[in-house]
């Protein structure tokens, strides 16, 4: 199994420009998750997907993040216009409905200049 | 609403036990879990333990869950170099089948000191 895959891993940008974060989740998974780690807020869910509805968006930040899922293996998450405060470190885990566990993709690692 | 705490840092030599807790306050919460973070990398899940055992252990790891307390445990026997990293206590209160609210701690940052 390749596991979570998220693309790019690495993506430097100027303030105001739009950043789009890709996760495919693993095969056979129906709940897909977001989420933004930073040292100061730690690890916080920003939305997540059941068979690629959105279920719960509470977690985003502000209109100018939004996050789709157009089949079961591609979801994308875009942030227009970026900030220096979105820096981060975005996550994309998935999970079956039957099991215990979420699993994690490598991660994406943001800055906004 | 619901939090997880653990301590911040855990300092040990190689070859000496490790020992990181973990609390929680949600008394329903169905499934505890540490996941094993390294620098640059995502969370990688190590295990985890349905709340209505008080144990589990697979080769180096050791799980406790004291559900009267809310305290979990992970016991790393042998810690080696390589288990550096931030680990992360996390729980959920809803069973397999449905919505799973998992709720992380901080992370504890283990150094193991050759």
């Known amino acids: 199994d390749a596991g979570v895959i998220q693309s790019p891993r690495h993506e430097v940008t100027e303030m105001g420009q739009e950043v789009t974060l890709r996760c495919k989740p693993i095969s056979g998974h129906d709940y897909l998750f977001w989420y933004r780690q930073t040292m100061m807020r730690g690890l916080e869910l920003l939305i997540y997907?059941?068979?690629?509805?959105?279920?719960?968006d509470s977690g985003m930040p502000e209109d100018r993040f939004s996050a789709k899922m157009p089949n079961a293996s591609f979801s994308t998450l875009k942030i227009q216009p970026s900030e220096p405060r979105d820096s981060a470190v975005y996550f994309c885990?998935?999970?079956?409905?039957?099991?215990?566990?979420?699993?994690f993709g490598p991660g994406t690692r943001l800055t906004v200049l | 609403g619901e939090d997880v705490e653990q301590s911040l840092f855990l300092s040990v030599r190689e070859g000496d036990s490790s020992v990181i807790n973990c609390t929680y306050t949600?008394?329903?919460?169905?499934?505890l879990y540490w996941y094993k973070q390294e620098p640059g990398a995502g969370l990688q899940l190590l295990t985890y333990i349905f709340s209505n055992m008080d144990m589990k252990q697979d080769q180096r790891l050791t799980v406790l869950l004291n559900k009267k307390d809310k305290h979990l445990s992970l016991r790393i026997a042998d810690t080696q170099t390589g288990d550096s990293a931030i680990y992360f206590c996390a729980e959920s209160n809803a069973p397999s089948g449905g919505y799973q609210k998992v709720t992380f701690g901080i992370g504890t940052k283990l150094q193991v000191i050759p």
């Open positions: 949600d008394s329903s919460s169905t499934y």
């Open positions: 885990a998935s999970r079956r409905t039957s099991g215990a566990a979420q699993y």
């Open positions: 997907f059941n068979n690629n509805v959105p279920i719960d």
